[in-house]
């Protein structure tokens, strides 16, 4: 998931999302998210700045890694439905 917001609130975020797709059996893996790291403060939108585009392009990356890394493992051993 990508979310827009600066670090506390994208946190928050992630955690609710991640929390209720979990419960409903989502399998989510580590560093499955990415959002623009600004601090945990207001400040200038992704657009408006520079800083730190290259920690969201990492991260990014790391996130679609993870993701289809996952995607293939649960493709070849795939979770059975509960019972």
Not at 42 to 54: A, C
Request: charged content about 15%; aromatic content about 8%; hydrophobic content about 35%.
């Amino acid at each position: 998931m990508v979310v827009t917001g600066n670090e506390d609130g994208a946190h928050h975020v992630i955690s609710e999302i991640t929390g209720g797709l979990v419960d409903i059996g989502f399998s989510i893996p580590a560093q499955a998210w990415t959002y623009w790291n600004r601090g945990p403060r207001p400040g200038p939108s992704y657009t408006e700045t520079d800083h730190k585009h290259d920690w969201s392009e990492s991260t990014g990356k790391t996130m679609a890694a993870n993701v289809v890394a996952v995607a293939a493992a649960l493709k070849a051993q795939p979770i059975p439905p509960a019972g």
